[in-house]
């Protein structure tokens, strides 16, 4: 499957690279193009120049509300960030169109995180333009969720959230969503997170896109997961995870004979990889709540049969037990297993819900803060009668 892959905003716009990132990488392990087109939306020029895998043309990082913001972004303010999309959003579609692989891509994958300003307010205007005009192209968004400690200190995180959240949820064909809390690992200055976080975010979509491109028979499995399995699975609110498992030195390719404890080993191997992308999904949830659910398993052919695809289909089927059930093999190189999980069309997702149920709060404290703001500067403008003015 291909996607062409439009980041928004600071955080979008670095997801979007990391996604160019991994395209570079199944250019050269594996000879194949899956994001044949990649960009970057801001209102923000500097964030804009911090990236290095998207073209640095300006067809591929977009500057939009350069007149109004003078490149200096939105400050969080999403509403003013919606509107300069809306104004600037032929600007965009024009430069995507322009590019010369654009038409290769199977679906749009719009990104965005949902606290700040940028991205929070121009997905949706976005997410809808390009449903009106490609109906044949379906428009996944993925969204990133803020840390704990944002939506306690910084009044705008729950309300840019659930207005967007709310904006996007019912056109997307898919939102995709992820939540910044689950990838923190405290050993880390937030700057090197940050960068791990992203390549754990984009990790799952790498053997998911690879796997019905490939051209190579050897690489094609029994059970090929193309772009139909994985666009008929994505609707609605949508969960990734991905798990992997060591593969034990009998793997080399000199080791070939196996007795029947490696072989029950195998089994354990896929379940062991099956519970870690669950256990790892993107965001919390319950599967039992997921309606559609994909699976992918990839690893060295001579680690997989069908008996495995099967038990681990019968696995996600226990976990997830509503769910209608997809998925295939891939056999690839690698001293590695790796399972990955979509669950979507989740019925009940307690962390939006979270979102529209603090959203009276987050709205009172922002007019709070607005009022305060208004007061404090007409207190100001208010000097005292003896003081001659200038002009
Ligand atoms: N995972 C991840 N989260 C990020 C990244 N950059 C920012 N964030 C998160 O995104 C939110 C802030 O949004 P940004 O994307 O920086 O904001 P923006 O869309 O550029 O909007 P403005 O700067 O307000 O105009 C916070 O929740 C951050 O924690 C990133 O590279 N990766
Ligand atoms: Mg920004």
Redesign the pocket.
Known sequence: MKLAVIG????????ADEFARLNGRARRERGIEIVPGAFAV???VA?LSGLSCIRSDYQHRILIGGRKTGGH??????EV?AEIAKADSDKIVDAIRATRRFYESDAFLLV???????????IPVLTQTLKQRYADKPVYVLL????GH?EQTEA??IY?TATCLKSVGPIADATIL?D?QR?VKKDHSLKNN??E??QL?VAPFYDLLCAGEEKKVKHIGARLLDAGDTMQTLSGWTVLGYGKSQLPLISLPFMRTRNFREKSSEIHKGIQAMDGAISELSLECNPQDSNKALYLLAAPAKEMNMALVKDLADYLKDLAPKAIIRYGDYPRGGGTLTVTVILSQLKNVAKVKSYYDQFPEAMHKKRMIEEDMEGGLKELLDAPIDIPTLV
């Open positions: 928004f905003g600071q955080c979008g716009s670095r997801i801001n209102t923000d964030d972004g939105v400050g969080k303010i999403n960030a965005a995180s949902t606290a700040g300003g940028t991205g929070s307010g121009s990133v969720l803020p840390f944002e705008r995180t840019n992820v910044n990838y940050i960068t976080i992203n975010i």
